[in-house]
């Protein structure tokens, strides 16, 4: 459990709540139930909209890796059934293996996916821009961009 602790006007939560009650605790404290209900429903539509996309974009990724021997759709299902599985691991389980792995990856993806778009839009036109493989979005971008040729 994250020890969190909030406290206004008398009122305390224990050291033991996790961050998911944490903030709806705060929430509903400082909004109300009609705020409670509107942040619920922002967190909802930004988490399946995440999700979507996420998932759209891995499968066809591998999809494309495994060249047409497992379809598109099996892809969606599995990462589906996956996604799943691991969200049933709860909140606080999720950011204590994530943060470590995020916290590694994310500064040298960003800077050199960077690179590569500014050295990409600094070219000339008869070169082809550097393929990033360090960026997801960008590199799904690319190769969707060359099916299309």
């Not at 942040?39 to 890796?65: E, I, N, P, Q």
């Not at 060249?67 to 059934?81: A, D, P």
């Not at 994530?98 to 778009?117: K, R």
Request: one cysteine or more.
């Amino acid at each position: 459990m994250t020890k969190l602790c909030y406290r206004h006007q008398n009122v305390r939560y224990s050291a033991e709540i996790s961050r998911a009650e944490l903030v709806i605790a705060i929430v509903q404290l400082l909004l109300g139930k009609p705020g409670l209900i509107i942040f619920t429903v922002v967190v909802a539509f930004a988490c399946v909209t995440t999700a979507v996309a996420l998932v759209c974009s891995v499968a066809d990724h591998f999809a494309m890796l495994f060249r047409g021997k497992i379809s598109y759709q099996t892809f969606v299902i599995l990462f589906c059934v996956f996604s799943a599985v691991v969200a049933n691991l709860g909140l606080d389980t999720i950011v204590s293996i994530a943060a470590p792995i995020l916290g590694l990856v994310y500064p040298p993806g960003h800077s050199s996916g960077s690179s590569n778009l500014s050295r990409s839009s600094q070219g000339s036109r008869n070169r082809k821009p550097p393929r990033p493989q360090t960026m997801a979005g960008t590199s799904q971008f690319i190769s969707t961009e060359e099916r299309g040729r």
